[in-house]
């Protein structure tokens, strides 16, 4: 069986990019910037895409925080030093950590929280998170394009292996996933064994 991966990329390429963007979605984006690179999908309109979903998510956390704040780290314990980790960001540059939370490994869902629990007022973090998630967009959905612009003078037109591409891709996204997640579970293990 045959797959036309262009139509069906056209059709839910942009829903994909935002739903990603809302579920840590680096890799949905650079994979969605290399459609843009071969013009099935508008490269603007994938950065504002991945903006909304993006900034969407963080307001969603910080919302958690502003409203639950210290009874969601009673409650989950195991998040008590990425918060101490944040919260000494948000003490020493306040702004910077609202804007760049999404850039830092491993304080992509718990910084927000962290954010709407401190005294940052709503409309500043709503500005910076907007501004970051725009730069985070606009980096991974370039990062794709310009991996296809790479790709495509390597090999030249790779529009007859486009379907073993999109599958490497996504196969190496799916690798890449599983060895951070198991990578966080091994840096996490020695501190609860340590503190037993």
């Not at 980790?85 to 830092?104: C, D, Q, Y």
Request: hydrophobic share 55%; aromatic share 10%; with cysteine.
């Amino acid at each position: 069986m045959i797959i036309e991966f262009a139509p069906l990329v056209a059709s839910y390429g942009y829903p994909a990019a935002l739903v990603g963007a809302l579920f840590e979605g680096e890799t949905v984006l650079v994979i969605a910037g290399l459609f843009a690179h071969r013009g099935i999908l508008d490269l603007p309109l994938l950065i504002a895409l991945g903006a909304i979903g993006g900034a969407a998510g963080d307001i969603a956390y910080f919302t958690l925080g502003r409203r639950y704040g210290a009874t969601l780290l009673e409650r989950y314990p195991k998040f008590a030093p990425v918060a101490e980790r944040v919260e000494g960001l948000i003490a020493r540059h306040p702004e910077l950590t609202v804007f760049g939370i999404r850039f830092m490994y491993g304080l992509r869902t718990v910084g927000p929280a962290v954010i709407g629990a401190s005294a940052i007022s709503w409309p500043r973090f709503l500005l910076l998170n907007a501004l970051g998630a725009l730069v985070w967009s606009a980096c991974w959905v370039g990062t794709g394009y310009v991996l296809g612009e790479a790709a495509q003078r390597l090999l030249g037109k790779v529009i007859h292996i486009e379907r073993e591409l999109f599958i490497a891709a996504v196969i190496a996204a799916l690798v890449v996933s599983i060895a951070l997640r198991l990578r966080r579970r091994r840096l996490r293990a020695p501190k609860r064994s340590a503190s037993m």
